[in-house]
């Protein structure tokens, strides 16, 4: 068995910039580098300008403040409350939980189900939460478990969520979206320039590199997780969200056969839809809508879909705008027309590119 993360950014990571004497800083030059454990992955953020060390822990705490509302083993958070319990008002820890409640239900039904966080019981039956052990959860155990799962059966007021019987949910798969989304807010009150943060398979590229270039953000070869810079290709982003979901990132072996922790809300088994990766970009907007809570959620409902499906919901969709960059099971890497002039592709790489429209 083996458990693999993949952390998409392309960049070599520099050392944190400090000047206590000599002549004044560029404040395009300081930069400030943490890196965090949470949310069950690693995450680096790198932030620039004159406040870049105030604006980084800031972001750090953040995200442990996140973590503490939106685990689902935490047993003080939101969630594990509203598991327990299968109601909750809102509270002082519980501010985030229910603006990603309202995203959560209008992904589910949008997508018709690819996206549903109540698919938690069933993913937690194959070991992909919690620490638990991977397994093969039993055909008739799984079928029991699938009754359970319906995001539209949530319901929310202003005031309260509640769960139908015997449900619980996971905010694994919008969690680092949204928290993506909340370091745009903070980087635009500390007043920062440019930054980069990586969380997990979540990327925020915010601004551009120093020397006025977008930054480079690599698209993992999901034939080969365990080679740091092993890329289909480079995307080229400026004030940009790009979210990816593969069955490379996470999986276990049995009986000569892989499972994946990308579970069909529909089937209760590994998503088996032709694609190894989907990775979801959409520019940083300056409202509420929440673009990198949408990739985060996007990446997952289409890597479900398969890439016909996939790209007949990229062309219909209504919302905010976003691109796309599928790797296929049999060789191509198919990157929608807004990413085809930011997106280098590795000629080398084995793959075929096609630029759909």
């Known amino acids: ?165 015997g449900q619980s949910i996971d905010l694994g798969g ?35 590199r120093p020397d006025g270039t977008p930054w480079r953000v690599g698209v993992q070869d999901p034939a080969r997780p365990q080679e740091q810079n092993a890329f289909v290709g480079v995307l080229l982003l400026e004030n940009a969200f790009a979210v990816t979901s593969g069955g490379y990132q996470r999986y276990f072996e049995e009986s000569g056969k892989t499972y994946h922790h990308i579970i069909d809300p529909a089937t209760g088994f590994p998503a088996d839809s032709g694609l190894t990766s989907v990775t979801v970009v959409a520019d940083c907007a300056g409202d509420s809508d929440l673009p990198g809570t949408m990739c985060d959620a996007f990446s997952t409902a289409l890597f479900v879909m398969g890439e016909e499906r996939a790209l007949d919901f990229w062309r219909n969709w209504g919302g905010n705008p976003f691109e796309l960059v599928l790797v296929t099971e049999d060789g191509r890497v198919a990157v929608t027309g807004g990413l085809a002039e930011k997106f280098d592709f590795d000629t080398e790489s084995g793959y075929v590119l096609e630029v759909i429209s």
């Open 174 to 208: 919008i969690a680092k979206g949204y928290a993506a989304d909340r370091l745009t807010d903070l980087f635009r009150e500390y007043e920062i320039p440019r930054a980069m943060a990586t969380l997990g398979g979540n990327v925020l590229a915010w601004g551009n």
């Open 1 to 165: 068995m083996r458990r693999l993360i993949s952390i998409t950014l392309a960049l070599p990571l520099l050392l944190s910039l400090t000047a206590c004497f000599g002549p004044p800083v560029d404040p395009d030059t300081v930069q400030e580098s943490i890196q965090v454990i949470a949310m069950d992955t690693a995450m680096v953020i790198s932030t620039y300008g004159k406040r870049s060390t105030a604006a980084a822990y800031a972001s750090e705490d953040l995200i442990r403040e996140l973590e503490s509302q939106l685990s689902r083993t935490e047993e003080e958070s939101a969630v594990f409350r509203l598991n327990g319990t299968g109601t909750l008002e809102l509270g002082e820890k519980a501010e985030d939980l229910f603006p990603l409640l309202e995203a959560a239900d209008r992904y589910c039904r949008e997508t018709g189900g690819a996206f549903d966080i109540t698919v938690a019981p069933v993913v937690a039956a194959w070991g992909f939460a919690g620490g638990a052990e991977y397994r093969v959860p039993g055909k008739a155990e799984l079928q029991k478990l699938l009754e359970l799962v319906d995001g539209t059966a949530v319901k929310m007021t202003d005031r309260t969520a509640a769960l139908a019987p």
